[in-house]
């Protein structure tokens, strides 16, 4: 397969840079290199609604030619620059969270909101509005003819649970997911100068005209550029609204989870520090061009030279064994099942049955200590997060998140290779079974 790859031009292109051609020499027809950063004008200018960009660069180009004539140039528009918004508070998806949670926080500073959170009016206002949640949790735990521990403050251990008290737990944990994510919006994103990618491709004939822009997300080119660009304020408000709803839901399956308390010791005892993951995830990746892969006679986008040595990498497949890895990094203890020898470290399927300690993971004698991911969605889900695809023969590949300023979400992966690439709420990543998001219930913040 013949390709022309130039991996570093980010030193020849910039913001300022519009128009101007690139020295790119190709074995292909001949073509006019700023038409790279013309195709991306509309993307930055997009995200520019948002952020103020310090820097745009074009890396990354590829060469390649297409099977169905002429051939195609793939590239990476990154940016680098930081929110417009100097309080948590300012931004769509917050307002539509806080909304749904009863608070108005358009006139509050986000250190304003976090004391309006604690305040007996605005739990009491959650436990109203959980009340149909609360009751269905109760029916599920007495379904379990279990108790709960009192180590996830719930208050009347070994007694029957009412909804009142199930009411009030959820409130609390809603009220703790929705601080934490505030504080990080904070500390990591507002004022923050920070960078992700948007992968994109141009489509060219044999004479070197431009026949079309497509723009990528996971394993699939759509020429809509709305897959890649930051959604309307109204849907970042409506997925703040979404987001509420997953963190009542979040409560409600870490209670359950907890049946019996097998979760209580081991999320005391080994906390995952998933700041401290997303780091790792990003310390050893980066996004690459596609290759001929003659061991396995495909075009794969994998470098180990960007792996950590530490590790085996495997050829082609290494997307559970990187995750793993940040994982581990973040504080997951390992155990005889998940270490790197094993299937729940390397291998997708194994993975999610070990950490959601699924019916097939009891069968087959997986000594996990508890429902380790409870299941979350795009809006939720932060640094640290997990992302899996599905086919028809379970998940296939695991990403992990390593940004959600709630305007840009970013992950980085293994096989295909790649370090904060951009998706979108709606994003299916071309899965043809979809996907879901995962989050650890022993999470903190470092």
């Known amino acids: 397969m013949k390709k022309i790859c130039s991996l570093l031009l980010a030193t020849l292109l910039s913001i300022s840079l519009f128009g101007m051609a690139l020295a790119t020499e190709s074995n292909f027809a001949p073509y006019d290199d700023s038409i790279l950063m013309q195709a991306a004008e509309p993307v ?118 009412k909804q009142k008290d199930v009411a009030i737990a959820i409130a609390d944990n809603v009220v703790f997911e929705t601080t934490e994510f505030l504080e990080e919006l904070e500390e990591e994103y507002i004022g923050k100068e920070y960078s992700f990618s948007i992968p994109m491709r141009i489509l060219f004939d044999d004479n070197g005209n431009e026949v079309e822009v497509q723009y990528c997300v996971g394993d699939y080119y759509s020429n809509d550029i709305n897959t890649v660009i930051p959604d309307p304020v109204d849907d970042m408000f409506y997925n703040g609204e979404e987001q509420a709803q997953m963190y009542i839901s979040i409560a409600a399956e870490k209670m359950v989870a907890s049946v019996g308390g097998a979760v209580d010791t081991f999320a005391i005892s080994t906390p995952y520090k998933r700041v401290t993951a997303r780091d790792y995830a990003n310390k050893w990746t980066a996004t690459v061009p596609e290759h001929w892969c003659s061991t396995h006679g495909w075009s794969i986008a994998q470098n180990t030279s960007n792996y950590n040595p530490a590790y085996t990498a495997y050829c082609c497949n290494d997307c559970a064994n990187y995750v793993s890895q940040a994982f581990y990094a973040g504080g997951i203890q390992r155990d005889d099942y998940w270490k790197p020898t094993e299937k729940p470290w390397y291998g997708t399927v194994s993975m999610e049955h070990y950490f959601r300690h699924t019916q097939e993971a009891v069968n087959r004698g997986y000594a996990t200590p508890s429902n380790m ?44 290779d790649e370090l904060k690439t951009v998706y979108k709420v709606t994003s299916n990543f071309g899965a043809s079974h979809g996907v879901k998001y995962f989050m650890f219930a022993n999470k903190v913040d470092t």
């Not at 030619?65 to 769509?92: I, M, W």
């Not at 640094?383 to 940004?403: D, E, F, R």
Request: with cysteine; charged share 15%; net charge negative.
């Open 44 to 161: 930055i200018n997009a995200y520019e609604a948002h952020y103020e960009i310090a820097k745009a660069e074009i890396e990354n180009v590829c060469e390649n030619k297409n099977p169905d004539g002429g051939f195609y140039v793939d590239f990476l528009v990154t940016l680098t620059g930081q929110l417009r918004y100097s309080n948590a508070t300012e931004l769509p998806q917050v307002r539509g969270l806080s909304a749904a949670l009863g608070v108005r926080c358009e006139a509050l500073t986000t250190d304003e909101l976090l004391l309006t959170l604690q305040t007996a009016d605005t739990k009491d206002t959650i436990v109203n509005s959980v009340a149909a949640v609360a009751d269905a949790t109760v029916q599920r735990i007495d379904s379990a003819e279990a108790n709960i521990s009192t180590a996830n403050q719930l208050y009347y251990a070994g007694t029957a649970l």
């Open 373 to 416: 991911w409870v299941l979350s969605n795009a809006t939720a889900c932060n640094a640290g997060g997990v992302i899996m695809l599905y086919n028809g023969n379970g998940g296939y590949h695991v990403m992990m998140c390593v940004q959600n300023d709630t305007v840009t979400r970013a992950k980085s992966g293994h096989t295909n």
